[in-house]
């Protein structure tokens, strides 16, 4: 059995922290999409509604979330140029992330303090989710 290390001890830590201020429906959808899609955990962390075309069932793959040495959170387009396309969503999956757009806009109007970066999934004051939430464990 191996012994925790310090950053292990801080990563779990900080995943605790983090996941309680995501709500859990949030979670368990943003892992369907991430499995139906096949993005790369900074594709679907950067997943933004003006990039989702419900009508069509696509979601189109544009950027990507990267953290900077900074604690500023920063857009840039995926890793590989043939990332840049689209995915296909299934029918029920699109109504999910259409309850869950409608379910997100409430907690918006209480939440208060929001930051706009118009995200699918995002923390409860607007703010992208941390990449550790996904890998680490």
């Given amino acids: 059995q191996r012994q925790m290390c310090i950053r292990d001890k801080f990563l779990l830590l900080q995943n605790n922290l983090v996941v309680k201020t995501i709500p859990v429906e949030e979670l368990q959808l943003a892992?369907?999409?991430a499995?139906?899609?096949g993005l790369r955990v900074s594709e679907l962390l950067a997943m933004k509604w003006e990039y989702l075309d419900?009508?069509?069932g696509e979601y189109f793959v544009k950027e990507q979330l990267?953290?900077?040495s900074d604690p500023k959170n920063t857009f840039i387009p995926p890793k590989t140029e043939s990332s840049i396309s689209s995915v296909k969503i299934r029918p029920a999956l699109i109504k999910k992330l259409l309850a869950h757009k409608a379910a997100q806009a409430k907690r918006r109007?209480?939440?208060p303090m929001w930051s706009d970066y118009d995200l699918i999934?995002?923390?409860q004051d607007g703010m992208p989710i941390s990449r550790?939430?996904?890998v680490s464990g």
Avoid: H, I, S
Wanted: net charge positive; glycine share 4%; aromatic share 14%.
């Fill in 31 to 33: 892992n369907e999409v």
């Fill in 35 to 37: 499995v139906e899609t």
């Fill in 54 to 56: 419900a009508g069509k």
């Fill in 66 to 68: 990267v953290r900077q």
């Fill in 109 to 111: 109007l209480a939440a």
């Fill in 121 to 123: 999934f995002c923390k």
């Fill in 132 to 134: 550790f939430v996904f």
